[in-house]
């Protein structure tokens, strides 16, 4: 293999980006050390129709997570006829431009149907499939012109078009769905991972995708697995609290402590799984492992950058000025979309100040990963980006 092609063949082991199952590849996959996976697992295999809110700062590895859980629930409900399904939210609805009311109501309501199909269906269940599907993707239908009241028309009757709930949801209530999706689900449970809901930008667009679907999904007897941001988990706001009481429990991922001896081995074969010594030697595996603060992405990201930075020098390996290029690289990235108050609040703690989580502001450094966990409730800046931050200072 020349040179190109084996730098080509690392770094797409390395893509961040890639497909999530690529995480779950055999001789990739890394259990991390919390077994916030299996315990998850287990609450669902006994309590099929309880609700949970799954957190963690960006790159801590929620997708993996939620995958990890489906793949011990599989096992776990083998020798059951339950039902078990993991959608990706974001490639089924424009969560940015549309409502959200409804439409987890309605994506559960459409797999199940689709799952529980089978020949010689009872009238009743294709009616409950047939109205989910009116329901979920829009219809139209003939009425009775309500602004004739005087019968002046000959013709009274009007076609009125209704959007679907996955487009832009309309209605008030949910609780007319709730009797379709208990006969589509059976006697069985059926239990529905949601991801990519913590990409929303804002608290209120996450409460508007669960607010009136978890009690409609719970009541139908569906459990419920949710991708949720950070500050669920963390703030001591009112309103993102009342959000996190929605549902029966919320779990938050732990950032392993890459200073620790545990997170160490655990971030060092996340690493060794997809780059041999042979490119990225254990010196600056350690380095790369200091440098990413414990989240998984950042540490790929890392690992990438620095073998980009060999390619480009033409050295055979990666070598300390290619961890430093990587390093600066992340750093400055991360420092992207800091404003003048949120640099304030680091600079304070960099000089020792303790990190203040009761602020709205501190939540939003912690969930793009500008501030990271290193124990439990002790928070520093992140290591690249301290890096970035002082030496700015410096040259200032």
Not at 159 to 187: D, I, M, N, Y
Not at 271 to 281: F, G, H
């Amino acid at each position: 293999m020349n040179r190109l092609a084996r730098f080509r063949e690392v770094l797409a082991r390395l893509n961040p980006n890639a497909p999530s199952g690529l995480a779950r590849l055999p001789g990739v996959f890394v259990p991390p050390p919390s077994a916030m996976a299996t315990k998850l697992a287990s609450r669902l295999a006994l309590e099929p129709g309880s609700t949970h809110l799954l957190c963690g700062p960006i790159g801590s590895g929620k997708t993996t997570t939620l995958l990890s859980v489906r793949d011990s629930l599989k096992e776990r409900l083998a020798e059951t006829s339950d039902r078990l399904g993991l959608l990706d939210v974001s490639r089924q609805h424009e969560m940015d431009s549309e409502k959200l009311k409804g439409v987890l109501t309605s994506l559960a309501g459409l797999w199940i149907a689709k799952r529980n199909t089978t020949p010689g269906a009872s009238p009743e269940f294709l009616a409950a499939a047939a109205q989910m599907e009116r329901v979920a993707r829009g219809f139209s239908e003939w009425v009775v012109d309500p602004w004739d009241d005087e019968h002046e028309r000959d013709d009274p009757w009007i076609q009125v078009h209704h959007k679907g709930l996955v487009k832009a949801p309309p209605h008030k209530s949910l609780a007319r769905l709730q009797q379709p999706l208990r006969t589509l689900r059976g006697e069985h449970a059926a239990i529905v991972l949601f991801d990519s809901l913590d990409r929303l930008e804002s608290s209120e667009r996450f409460r508007e995708a669960v607010e009136y679907d978890l009690p409609c999904l719970k009541e139908a007897g569906f459990g419920v697995v949710v991708v949720g941001p950070m500050r669920f988990a963390l703030s001591n706001q009112l309103e993102e609290r009342k959000v996190g009481s929605f549902f029966d429990a919320v779990h938050t991922i732990p950032t392993p402590n890459p200073l620790s001896p545990e997170g160490a081995a655990f971030l060092s074969q996340v690493l060794r799984n997809r780059v041999p010594a042979s490119e990225i030697d254990d010196a600056m595996l350690r380095e790369l492992i200091v440098a990413s603060g414990g989240l998984v992405r950042d540490l790929l990201n890392l690992a990438a950058g620095a073998l980009r930075a060999a390619y480009e020098r033409g050295h055979d390996g990666v070598t300390i000025e290619d961890v430093q290029d990587a390093r600066l690289e992340l750093g400055q990235n991360k420092r992207v979309g800091l404003d003048d108050a949120g640099r304030r609040m680091l600079e304070q703690v960099l000089e020792g100040a303790l990190f203040d989580l009761t602020r709205d502001r501190s939540l939003g450094l912690v969930e793009r990963g500008q501030v990271v966990e290193t124990g439990v409730g002790e928070w520093r800046v992140h290591p690249a980006l301290e890096d970035v931050m002082r030496g700015a200072s410096k040259a200032a």
